[in-house]
């Protein structure tokens, strides 16, 4: 049974730093394409960033230069490292994994909040 379990969001001042955690089991990790997507009330759900097998990274152009996305292999674990928060980036956070024989798969999502 695969398992993605988020963790990290909360509430943070604008200007803040928050880091998301996103531990997966019941997958090759090492296979997947990892990714965060977010989604705000009234909206749908974005791509932030995502990392391949290799480690290439993409970032929507609204968090390029704020979040970094990484990953550890040995631990099955993807990360967001996301810096100098702005209010426009509250939003439910949720973690992809995703390679071409099995599809996608989702967490369960994390808030983030960010107030002005």
């Known amino acids: 049974q695969v398992q993605l379990v988020e963790s990290g969001g909360g509430l943070v001042q604008a200007g803040g730093s928050l880091r998301l955690s996103c531990a997966a089991s019941?997958?090759?990790?090492?296979?997947?394409?990892m990714g965060w997507y977010r989604q705000a009330p009234g909206n749908q759900r974005e791509l932030v960033a995502v990392?391949?097998?290799?480690?290439?990274?993409n970032y929507a152009d609204s968090v390029k230069g704020r979040f970094t996305i990484s990953r550890d292999n040995a631990k099955n674990t993807v990360y967001l490292q996301m810096n100098s928060l702005k209010p426009e980036d509250t939003a439910v956070y949720y973690c992809?994994?995703?390679?071409?024989?099995?599809?996608?798969?989702w967490g369960q999502g994390t808030q983030v909040t960010v107030s002005s």
């Open positions: 019941g997958v090759t990790f090492s296979d997947n394409t």
């Open positions: 992809n994994a995703h390679n071409y024989y099995q599809g996608d798969y």
């Open positions: 990392i391949s097998r290799g480690g290439s990274t």
